[in-house]
């Protein structure tokens, strides 16, 4: 069986344009919706407070509001001041801006989002089929849930650049584990994330479970695995320690963060809005993203269950990794069942490590749907089915975008999580 041969790849200007194009056009995006926010969520209202607290006063001021934190318990009911890989950029940005509002936060999330599109565009380009790619940078260009969390001072998009950078240099460590520079990098961007949010370390421990996978067991590489693992406890250890010695001492630390699930549990918002069957996410996938998530079922389907799935890897066409694709797969499902098992955890801010894979394994369920018709094709049938798939795609772009603005922006939504997702999605 051949491959989608109509495929103007990476490599070629038109391919190069493609991608180009689409770059500009998610940049663009993210940059023109961040002044219709009609209001700030409470959490952005809170690290907005914390980081002018930590820029007024720094350490002490931190620690002041560590203190606050443990006594009163309204505060627990929002983020803890624990997240300084945050809370200091943030300081950075309003002292870069001049600016003391919830907009700076949304400037830096801004920014983190377009370095996710283009860590996408990088992963796509390295590992995926030209039109997995074409289609993953189209949708999340436009992607309802992103662009929600580009425009909020929340750590997510931060979050998310982090992970998916991670994801990223897991890849290509499985691509080429000789290249010692991949080791560091990954160090630094696992320590980094454990310092954003307290999610940070479960993208890190999938991703280490993966490279370790691939050194010590597929090919016994010891001293690259010991090399890892020695940077990984390095990094670790100084991350916690500056963590520890930011707040007031290790004890102190860990009090805060181990409090944060029985916190939640008792959080009247989590219950009421983050609450009900695990599979609820994956519905809100659905009413963000429709297209995508049918064809993000079509990719897992595809790489998990078909006897087929060597196809996607013939032809000198396409430059796709098989084991990374596979890896990467793992990694989604993985953290997709966390929040999924977890009480009142179904926000899909707190899954947002995944939206650059989602759309990348729904770009990889078109291409292989669009494969099979192809091959069923005349020459001339051939290039009205292009035409045809590409103005569907067009449309399902320019539908997501819609959808964005009518729950983001027209109904002013607040946040992602399942209740507030279901509900918009019966408004509209």
Not at 109 to 130: D, E, K, Q, T, Y
Not at 195 to 215: D, H, M, N, Q
Not at 216 to 233: C, D, H, K, Y
Not at 257 to 280: D, F, K, M, R, W
Request: with cysteine; hydrophobic share 50%.
């Amino acid at each position: 069986m051949k491959t989608f041969c109509f495929d103007p790849t990476r490599t070629t200007q038109l391919g190069i344009a493609t991608i180009g194009a689409l770059l500009c056009l998610g940049a663009v995006l993210r940059v023109a919706n961040l002044s219709n926010v009609s209001s700030r969520s409470p959490d952005e209202q809170v690290y907005t407070i914390q980081t002018k607290v930590l820029l007024q006063r720094g350490q002490a001021g931190l620690r002041s509001l560590i203190a606050e934190f443990q006594q009163d318990p309204v505060a627990r009911r929002y983020p803890p001041p624990t997240r300084v890989g945050y809370l200091w950029p943030l300081a950075a940005a309003m002292r870069l801006t001049g600016g003391r509002d919830e907009r700076v936060g949304a400037y830096l999330s801004c920014a983190a989002s377009i370095g996710s599109l283009f860590i996408l565009a990088l992963v796509g380009v390295r590992f995926f089929p030209s039109w997995a790619t074409f289609f993953a940078l189209l949708f999340f260009a436009v992607s309802p849930m992103e662009l929600a969390v580009s425009r909020r001072a929340w750590p997510d998009a931060l979050v998310e650049f982090l992970g998916f950078s991670l994801v990223y240099v897991a890849a290509e460590i499985t691509r080429d584990s000789a290249r010692r520079i991949w080791y560091l990098l990954f160090v630094v961007l696992g320590s980094l994330g454990i310092a954003v949010k307290e999610s940070g370390p479960v993208g890190y421990g999938f991703c280490a479970i993966w490279v370790l996978w691939v050194l010590l067991i597929e090919r016994r590489e010891w001293v690259n695995g010991a090399v890892l693992m020695a940077g990984g406890l390095a990094g670790l250890a100084i991350t916690i320690g500056w963590l520890a010695m930011s707040v007031g001492g290790l004890s102190v630390f860990a009090k805060i963060v181990t409090s944060i699930p029985s916190s939640n549990a008792g959080n009247q918002y989590a219950i009421e809005y983050q609450s009900g069957p695990g599979y609820l996410l994956l519905r809100a996938l659905e009413i963000m993203s429709p297209v995508a998530a049918v064809l993000c079922l079509v990719g897992w389907g595809v790489l998990l269950f078909s006897d087929r799935q060597l196809n996607l890897l013939h032809g000198s066409a396409e430059a796709a990794n098989w084991r990374v694709v596979s890896w990467i797969t793992l990694f989604m499902l993985a953290y997709l069942a966390l929040p999924m098992v977890l009480p009142h955890w179904l926000n899909l801010r707190y899954i947002s490590v995944l939206f650059g894979p989602f759309y990348l394994i729904a770009g990889l369920g078109f291409w292989y749907c669009a494969s099979l018709c192809w091959n069923r094709l005349r020459t001339f049938d051939r290039r009205i089915f292009a035409g045809l798939a590409i103005a569907a795609l067009s449309i399902g772009a320019v539908a997501d975008y819609d959808r964005f603005q009518r729950i983001f922006v027209r109904d002013a939504l607040k946040d992602l999580s399942i209740k507030m997702v279901l509900d918009a999605d019966k408004r509209n």
